[in-house]
T-cell receptor, first 114, second 112 residues
C-alpha cells in the first residue's frame, strides 16, 4: 500500500514534443505529491509539487495533472528540450512521527533528442 | 541561503572495511536529516532519518548505522562493508513539515 508505481521506465521524445510520465498510488493518507528531477551524478532536485485538493498545477513548461478518484498523477513537459534529459521521480508523502514520510517511484529516464 | 555538503563524491572500498560518509547543512537550524540509497531501477530507499541531535530512526535493517553528533551534521557508518552495500548514497534535509526534500550531490560507493 506504500508503493508508488511509475511508468514508463524510459522515454525518448523529440525536441519540441510533449513528455508524459505517469504515477499511481494506493495509500489515501498521502497528501503531498512532488516530482524530482535528477541529472547524472547529482542528487534529485524538487521540480514541482501538488496537493490532492488541486487537479492541475503548472509551472512554466511543467504541469502536474492529478486525479484523486483514480489515485493517479502525471507530469507533462511541454516543448521538451535536450536540457530536460534527466531521470524524473514522482513521490507521494504524508506527515507521520515528526517527519514527512516519502515514497518514491522507480524513476523515468527521459531523453530528448534534437 | 541553505546549502548541503556531502562527501566524498566517489568511494571505492574493499569488503570488510569500515565506512564513514559525512553530510553537513548550512544556513538553517534544527533540520530533519535523511540518508537515502539509490539503486538502479529501484528509486530511492530511505535508510535513516533524524529529527534532532542524537535522535536516529532506521527504516530498514541493514549493515549500516547513522549518527547526528551536531545539529547540522549527519554521518553514515559501517564497521564492515558488504558487497551489497554498493550504491549511490544521498543525504537530504527538510524543514518545518518537511514536505520538500533538499538533496546533496551524493556519494557513489563501490564495494569490491
Amino acid at each position: 500500500q506504500q508503493q508508488v508505481k511509475q511508468s514508463p521506465q524510459s522515454l525518448i521524445v523529440q525536441k519540441g514534443g510533449i513528455s508524459i510520465i505517469n504515477c499511481a498510488y494506493e495509500n489515501t493518507a498521502f497528501d503531498y505529491f512532488p516530482w524530482y528531477q535528477q541529472f547524472p551524478g547529482k542528487g534529485p532536485a524538487l521540480l514541482i509539487a501538488i496537493r490532492p485538493d488541486v487537479s492541475e498545477k503548472k509551472e512554466g513548461r511543467f504541469t502536474i495533472s492529478f486525479n484523486k478518484s483514480a489515485k493517479q498523477f502525471s507530469l507533462h513537459i511541454m516543448d521538451s528540450q535536450p536540457g530536460d534529459s534527466a531521470t524524473y521521480f514522482c513521490a507521494a508523502s504524508y506527515h507521520s512521527g515528526g517527519y514527512q514520510k516519502v515514497t518514491f517511484g522507480t524513476g523515468t529516464k527521459l531523453q530528448v533528442i534534437p | 541561503s541553505q546549502t548541503i555538503h556531502q562527501w566524498p563524491a566517489t568511494l571505492v572500498q574493499p569488503v570488510g572495511s569500515p565506512l564513514s560518509l559525512e553530510c553537513t547543512v548550512e544556513g538553517t537550524s534544527n533540520p530533519n536529516l535523511y540518508w537515502y540509497r539509490q539503486a538502479a531501477g529501484r528509486g530511492l530507499q530511505l535508510l535513516f532519518y533524524s529529527v534532532g541531535i542524537g535522535q536516529i530512526s532506521s527504516e530498514v535493517p541493514q549493515n549500516l548505522s547513522a549518527s547526528r553528533p551536531q545539529d547540522r551534521q549527519f554521518i553514515l557508518s559501517s564497521k564492515k562493508l558488504l558487497l551489497s552495500d554498493s550504491g549511490f548514497y544521498l543525504c537530504a534535509w527538510s524543514q518545518g513539515r518537511g514536505e520538500k526534500l533538499f538533496f546533496g550531490s551524493g556519494t557513489q560507493l563501490s564495494v569490491l
